[in-house]
């Protein structure tokens, strides 16, 4: 799987909701999300970019940004979280993750606009990619954050990750989580459905 094509990207949506019921959008980025996106990142905290690139960084280096808005290259794959504010469709939250088909495991990372932390936007999409990483066969999803990454380890010790040491860089910390799941025990609709077609899902590939 190396590229999507966009007229199949929408039917992969979600819909979540925050702790309060609002909704939250879940899709795929598309390259006409590139400025909006790069906006989410430089209006992130100091805090919060350095957690979600692991060092200081006040925007998306352009070959970076070019890397997020093209979807399923190399398999790797990035969204959205998007609510409805003052009528327009606005960025709160990202995540991109990439599949091995080699090891069946799922490396992510995600973040949340500072502005809509603790609104437990952060579960709903954590719990997506766990559906997205089940559609696609994974066996295990992981990711690596900084020690210092209060907020990013009790979100994943709460949703029931392991913790263990990253290979060769003691200042993170490694979290992540068995999925053994049949597609009919996927909690995410359109993942199900994926998951249970395969030609469904043969159809995200070009």
């Known amino acids: 799987m190396t590229r999507l094509r966009l007229d199949d990207l929408r039917q992969y949506s979600d819909v979540l909701r925050s702790r309060y019921r609002q909704a939250v959008a879940v899709r795929f980025v598309e390259p006409r999300d590139a400025e909006a996106l790069q906006n989410y990142f430089r209006a992130l905290s100091t ?11 006040s925007e998306l280096p352009p070959s970076e940004l070019e890397r997020f808005i093209h979807v399923g290259e190399a398999d790797r794959f990035s969204v959205i979280a998007t609510m409805a504010i003052e009528g327009r469709e606005t960025i709160v939250g990202e995540a991109r993750y990439a599949f091995d088909s080699e090891t069946a495991g799922i490396e992510f990372g995600l973040s949340i606009d500072d502005r809509w932390q603790g609104h437990g936007i952060g579960k709903a999409l954590l719990k997506n990619l766990e559906c997205r990483a089940a559609a696609f066969g994974a066996e295990r999803v992981f990711g690596d954050t900084l020690r210092s990454n209060d907020a990013m380890i009790a979100l994943a010790r709460k949703a029931g990750y392991a913790f263990t040491n990253t290979p060769g860089d003691w200042k993170l910390t490694r979290f992540q989580k068995e999925i053994h799941l049949e597609p009919q025990e996927i909690p995410c609709a359109s993942w199900r459905l994926a998951a249970a077609s395969p030609s469904a899902m043969s159809s995200l590939a070009v």
């Open 47 to 57: 805090r919060s970019r350095y957690n979600r690139f692991l060092g200081a960084a």
